[in-house]
DNA sequence: CCTCCTATCAAGAATGATTCCTATTAGAGG
DNA sequence: CCTCTAATAGGAATCATTCTTGATAGGAGG
């Protein structure tokens, strides 16, 4: 009655996406570990990446520029998103739990978990506009 | 030297987005206008979102299902999304623009807008699971 | 009125990320 | 060993979105 039986490919994806601070998309993941595991397919990134989602042991960062993007931190944390470069940055959060419950609350609905993202133009790309 | 020329479709667009408080996918405005322009082609839609949104006139919700959702209410205001049914609900949001300070100090990047968005099951979908 | 010039548009092809399908493989437990 | 089940690769299929092309139309200036 094994429910999820262990993978090393799943635990080699997890680790690489916790041992990284950028927010990979399942291609970059699937580049960066064809080294190690020159069979791997494209195909089981995906399939892993979402059942880690539904695991709770990633986040998904959401759709930036056409792929998903994924994040292995998942203490409570926002984004900065570039629009020109897709770069994705760790915002530490400061308020607490108060747009959770008034979600709550105002919907009758459960939440799950709370995305602050805010979209805009890295310092880099600003320098290049400039 | 005209930038952008007055267009009867591109307008029928974003008046159907300000008069509706569901969040739609291209594909749900382009169904939903085909009775009043039989020939509108869904590329059209498309072309005319995105100019839309580049003008700031419109905003998107992000990907959610795989389809792209748009809210025609630009004042600031957090969003709930059902991950079952797939439904947007506007939430007010209290807190000012500290996050959006907090960004551009830390990363040194310039922010143009902070979205909101909690994620979870719906009062409906809560009770069907039930 | 007539003529450019430019923006809009439709239609459909092209793109590209993601998911689905199928046969194969490997590991755990008996 | 055997069996049963989940994991996997590979590739086909799907599907939203974008791009290309050619046609259309509306305004400005003659």
Redesign the interface.
Known sequence: MAIARRSVKREAILALLRSVTCHPSAEWLHARLLTDFPDLSLGTVYRNLRQLAEEGLIVSV??IGGQERFDGNTAPH?H?V??RCGAV?D?????GR???R??ER??????????????????N??DIRA
Chains 1, 2 share one sequence.
Do not use: I, M
């Not at 919907?107 to 709370?114: E, I, N, P, S, W």
């Open positions: 959401g759709v926002g900065f570039c629009r940055t915002v530490p959060l400061k308020g108060s747009f959770h008034d979600v105002l919907t009758g609905g459960r939440v799950q978990d709370v995305e602050t993202t805010a979209y805009g133009l890295c310092a790309c600003l």
